[in-house]
């Protein structure tokens, strides 16, 4: 069935530098790709998304880089700061109800 | 818009116990999903209404689970009996078209069954 891979599980960055998270989707169909903070003991919510017509997508600190052939999607925070801290989850769905997700990656930042 | 609201946000119960679980969705979405968190297996969706009709409940773990949506605005998900397994976040969210749009999830609900 689809899956969804996100590496690596847990990451730690100094603050200020760069953090880079990797999916890897196996549905070709797959056409939406967002991302998702988790704070801990709250609800994910969207940070961003890119759709298939797109390579990539840019909002402040975060981007999105999308590779269809190779069907690998990543999230990279530039600067990062200590708020950053969380769980993020990648997703993939081929625009139907059924949203694929990674089994999440836990960054911290160290101060 | 609130987002999308749930209730309650703990929920402790001992084990034999009925549990009731409540989400009203974003106004004007027409998909409601029901999702379930642990450390083990991650988001996993329970079921998923379009337009408040179930469509897909092929994962609700057994026949204990149910939910319902009488209308575009109240969804509720039952657990009877509850089982300590069940103990997990259980999270709602809502989106405005059926795929390929924005997930927005509430605030979850944590249960423990002892």
């Known amino acids: 069935g689809e899956n969804v891979e996100q590496h690596p599980s847990t990451l730690s960055v100094q603050e200020g530098d760069s953090a880079v998270i990797k999916c890897t989707y196996s549905?070709?169909?797959?056409?939406?790709f967002p991302w998702y903070k988790q704070e801990l003991g709250k609800r994910p919510q969207l940070i961003i998304d890119?759709?298939?017509?797109?390579g990539e997508k840019k909002d402040q600190r975060i981007a999105v880089t999308l590779n269809k052939t190779a069907k690998h999607f990543s999230l990279h925070i530039t600067e990062t700061q200590p708020e950053d801290s969380a769980v993020y989850f990648c997703?993939?769905?081929?625009?139907?109800?059924?949203?694929?997700f990674g089994t999440g990656t836990r960054l911290k930042v160290l101060a | 818009d609130a987002g999308v609201i749930q209730s309650p946000r703990h929920e402790v119960t001992e084990m034999g116990q009925e549990v009731t679980l409540r989400c009203k969705p974003i106004?004007?979405?027409?998909?409601l999903f029901w999702y379930r968190q642990t450390m083990m297996r991650g988001l996993e969706l329970l079921i998923y209404?379009?337009?408040?009709?179930?469509?897909?409940d092929s994962g609700m773990p057994e026949d204990r689970f149910s939910a319902k949506m009488p209308n575009a605005s109240f969804s509720t998900l039952k657990i009877q009996p509850s089982e300590p397994r069940d103990s997990a976040v259980y999270f709602c969210?809502?989106?405005?078209?059926?795929?390929?749009?924005?997930?927005?999830f509430g605030s979850g609900t944590q249960l423990s069954v002892l």
């Open positions: 106004s004007g979405h027409n998909s």
């Open positions: 997703a993939a769905t081929s625009g139907t109800y059924k949203y694929i």
């Open positions: 969210a809502s989106s405005f078209k059926t795929g390929g749009e924005k997930l927005f």
């Open positions: 209404f379009n337009n408040n009709v179930p469509i897909d």
């Open positions: 549905d070709s169909a797959s056409n939406y």
């Open positions: 890119i759709r298939s017509n797109v």
